[in-house]
């Protein structure tokens, strides 16, 4: 039949950053199952055939490589790499129930938000990374927010209203966004202000939040003489009216559903 291929570029399954995705060609191919990153045999014998498939399909070596760029995008890269569902220690019964929470959260993370807060050092960090990793996974489009730097770089801009409207839209806008450390630092009536714009714009259009956080949701509403009320209303309600709200407290890791 004569059928000519050019052979396409594929990134190399252990290269980082991937060549293919940066730059659209790759010299070099590890994985075993494709040519170029495109089931060639399997698309010739169709042709064979003549079933006229449209092309070839995608090896899932490239989906892989699509993967890793968006968690580099997500500036996750390097925490998804130690924090997954299988490194979590589970060696306490609260460690067991923030587990197997986060992984039932996967099922409803597209309508729902997830809040997990607690103390420095109680996994937080961990599971919500393991989260949106397994998100970026299925081919979810992740922004991630570290509130300290990102705010604090964000209530900066304010007085350049255009630019600060515009990074506020995009957050607003991704499909998941994940906040990591909200309201680490004193809680200051910006802070409140950039939270509510944030959530609120999210809430208003049914969009996802993973959140972590050492502020407890009654901390949040009570801030400034309750000016954080809104803000914590917003996450309660988005999170299934508390139903992925964890809240650690104490050196024994006392655990309940916020708000409940």
């Not at 968690?71 to 997954?84: P, S, T």
């Amino acid at each position: 039949m004569g059928v000519k291929l050019r052979r396409s570029p594929v990134s190399c399954a252990s290269e980082t950053p991937c060549a293919y995705l940066e730059n659209g060609f790759c010299r070099r191919c590890t994985c075993e199952k494709c040519r170029g990153g495109y089931l060639i045999d399997e698309w010739r014998q169709e042709m064979l055939k003549g079933h006229f498939a449209h092309g070839p399909r995608e090896c899932a070596c490239v989906e892989r490589a699509r993967s890793r760029k968006r968690l580099r995008d997500a500036g996750l890269e390097e925490l998804a790499g130690r924090c997954r569902f299988d490194s979590f220690r589970t060696d306490t019964e609260w460690q067991k129930v923030m587990k197997q929470k986060a992984q039932d959260y996967l099922g409803d993370a597209k309508r729902m938000s997830f809040f997990i807060s607690g103390q420095s050092g109680c996994g937080k960090t961990h599971l919500c990374t393991a989260v949106c990793n397994e998100i970026i996974r299925q081919g979810g489009r992740l922004r991630y927010l570290q509130w300290v730097r990102d705010g604090t770089r964000l209530k900066q801009l304010v007085a350049e209203r255009e630019a600060y409207e515009r990074e506020i839209a995009a957050l607003i806008e991704t499909p998941y966004l994940y906040i990591d450390d909200l309201f680490k630092q004193e809680l200051t009536a910006a802070d409140i202000r950039l939270a509510y714009e944030i959530l609120g714009g999210r809430y208003n259009k049914g969009r996802p939040v993973i959140l972590s956080s050492e502020r407890s949701l009654e901390y949040i509403r009570a801030a400034r003489g309750g000016d954080g009320e809104a803000v914590a209303g917003r996450v309660f309600e988005s999170c299934g009216r508390g139903k992925y709200c964890l809240e650690l407290s104490g050196a024994e890791k006392n655990m309940r559903f916020a708000m409940a």
